[in-house]
């Protein structure tokens, strides 16, 4: 996964312009892909050059002129090759995750504190997520068009809800360790 395919995806039914995409990521999108906005113009520009996306001026209400982005066949395409690729399963990144790896076992001190903002991080993710699948009703159905958007998000829930567990578990571990 990347950002290119999230934007071609986010795009693949309706234009938006760089801003409103942003946004989306950055409020509904952030347990899949995180992304500045500067990153998401970046990337919007880059699949322009590559004849993937097309773009309009229009007169927007508030403010300047808003540029809308719309995807184009050769984007279709992209992104129908991309979600072919059934054979693709790439490693999560989790930066947390990854720093506490290394911390050196005399680091107790360190680790704590790194569990301990992973843990208040996931315990608001958790709220987040739980208000984005009551927003979103409960979609069973798999051909209606939230139900892949809800099971994503469903999916996240769980996730953060383990990550949670396991914290807890791993700091009570280290709060019984001598000298910690």
């Not at 892909?33 to 229009?58: D, I, M, P």
């Not at 719309?70 to 991309?82: K, M, T």
């Amino acid at each position: 996964m990347s950002l290119d395919m999230l934007l071609l995806g986010l795009l693949r039914h309706r234009a938006a312009s760089g801003y409103d995409l942003a946004r989306e990521i950055q409020d509904e999108e952030r347990h899949l892909w995180r992304a500045s906005s500067s990153q998401v113009y970046a990337t919007l520009r880059r699949l322009e050059q590559r004849g993937f996306l097309s773009s309009r001026s229009s007169r927007s209400r508030k403010g300047p002129a808003r540029r809308l982005y719309s995807l184009r066949a050769e984007g279709h395409e992209h992104l129908q090759n991309f979600l072919d690729d059934v054979t693709t399963h790439e490693a999560e990144r989790v930066p947390w995750l990854a720093r506490l790896r290394v911390i050196d076992s005399a680091e107790t001190e360190t680790a704590q504190l790194l569990l301990g903002q992973a843990h208040a991080g996931l315990l608001r993710e958790t709220v987040r997520l739980r208000e984005l699948l009551e927003e979103g009703g409960n979609d069973e159905d798999p051909t209606a068009p939230s139900f892949y958007r809800l099971a994503t998000l469903q999916c996240a829930l769980s996730t953060a809800q383990l990550r949670l567990k396991w914290c807890e578990q791993t700091l009570e571990k280290l709060a019984a360790t001598p000298n910690s």
